[in-house]
């Protein structure tokens, strides 16, 4: 696909579902620290099931330093139902505990910095700084992003980062910090993984999905 065709698609979008405010996130947050522990616990589950858990989660533990004075086993019974929990506890105690000693207890803003800490890959560094920064170095790239952007055309991979590779390509630098919201947008409302909704599709016309299923017509 074409810049052309690739930014009227996102025109179309963006129209269709437009920004409130500044609000492109799917997760509940106050700050850094939240949007970053969130951001790790939304691994393999649901938003909603990752919001269910935030007030608990934060009124016990407000800060990075009070995160790190907690073993994993105290902070599991909080998460335990979004799935992983063992794993995810480790993951945000151990962040929290190199928030600590290396950074002062602050979010580092750079994806060098985000990367290095547990649980945190490409994905989830490009959310926390675009989502708690609005630093948009890439575009991530979840199971909605990998499932539109190979049907409609923007990539022929299934590599979150070939497909982020192929996206930067494909989109001017201003639209990164939309497309992850727009084409989770679209992949949760209408091109669902089972049974997408053609006849509501704003961009069928320009999919190449939908082109080839129509193709002996």
């Known amino acids: 696909m074409n810049r052309e065709t690739a930014c009227e698609v996102y025109r179309r979008l963006l129209e269709h579902y437009p920004v409130v405010g500044e609000r492109r996130h799917f997760i509940d947050f106050a700050n850094p620290y939240e949007a970053l522990i969130q951001t790790i616990l939304s691994a393999q589950t649901t938003d909603r099931a990752v919001n269910a858990v935030h007030d608990a989660l934060f009124s016990r ?11 994993p086993e105290e902070v599991e019974p909080i998460i335990h139902s979004i799935g992983f929990h063992h794993a995810k506890a480790r993951y945000i105690v151990g962040t929290a505990r190199r928030l600590v000693a290396e950074f002062g207890g602050e979010v580092p803003q750079t ?3 985000l990367r290095t800490l547990p649980g945190v890959g490409r994905k989830t560094a490009n959310i926390v700084l ?5 630093i948009n170095v890439g575009i991530a790239v979840d199971t909605h992003v990998r499932r539109v952007s190979k049907r409609i055309g923007f990539t022929n991979s299934t590599n979150p980062d ?7 390509a494909l ?3 201003e639209a990164w910090r939309d497309i992850n919201y727009l084409l989770i947008r679209h992949g949760r409302a209408v ?4 049974n997408p909704k053609h006849e509501q599709c704003l961009v069928a016309d320009l999919c190449r999905y939908y082109r080839a ?3 002996g017509e």
């Open 61 to 71: 533990y407000p800060t990075p330093e009070v995160l790190a004075r907690a073993e």
């Open 111 to 113: 994806m060098e910095e």
């Open 130 to 134: 675009s989502h708690a920064f609005g």
């Open 162 to 168: 070939i497909i982020e590779r192929d996206l930067v």
């Open 171 to 173: 989109f001017p630098e």
């Open 191 to 194: 091109c669902t993984a089972q």
């Open 213 to 215: 299923l129509n193709a």
